[in-house]
Nanobody
Framework: QVQLVESGGGLVQPGGSLRLSCAAS????????MGWYRRTPGKERELVAG???????NYVDSVKGRFTISGDYRKNTVYLQMNSLKPEDTAVYYC?????????WGQGTQVTVSS
């Protein structure tokens, strides 16, 4: 069973950057796509970026031009480069498949954007 471990979060000032990583304990090579989600208290988990094995990416409008998703399926790792961060990007970030069936959710990584 695949386990997902997110890392790379932290506290950053507005306008700053972070790079998140998602390491899968098992092979994700067999699946077709992965994505990054975020959740803030009181809100549903939101899919913000996705990438197919072929490298096709898509983003929610609020992060377009600022976030970049990439994947290295040989390393079973997916990344999210986040630039020009805004306070509203503050959330716990998770990776998983963009559509069901999902793997078991990891613990996520906290991103806090604040001055």
């Amino acid at each position: 069973q695949v386990q997902l471990v997110e890392s790379g979060g932290g506290l950053v000032q507005p306008g700053g950057s972070l790079r998140l990583s998602c390491a899968a304990s098992g092979s994700i090579f067999s699946i077709t796509a992965m994505g990054w989600y975020r959740r803030t208290p009181g809100k549903e988990r939101e899919l913000v970026a996705g990438i197919t094995r072929g490298g096709i990416t898509n983003y929610v409008d609020s992060v377009k031009g600022r976030f970049t998703i990439s994947g290295d399926y040989r390393k079973n790792t997916v990344y999210l480069q986040m630039n020009s961060l805004k306070p509203e990007d503050t959330a716990v970030y998770y990776c998983n498949t963009p559509t069901p069936p999902h793997f078991a959710w990891g613990q996520g990584t906290q991103v806090t954007v604040s001055s």
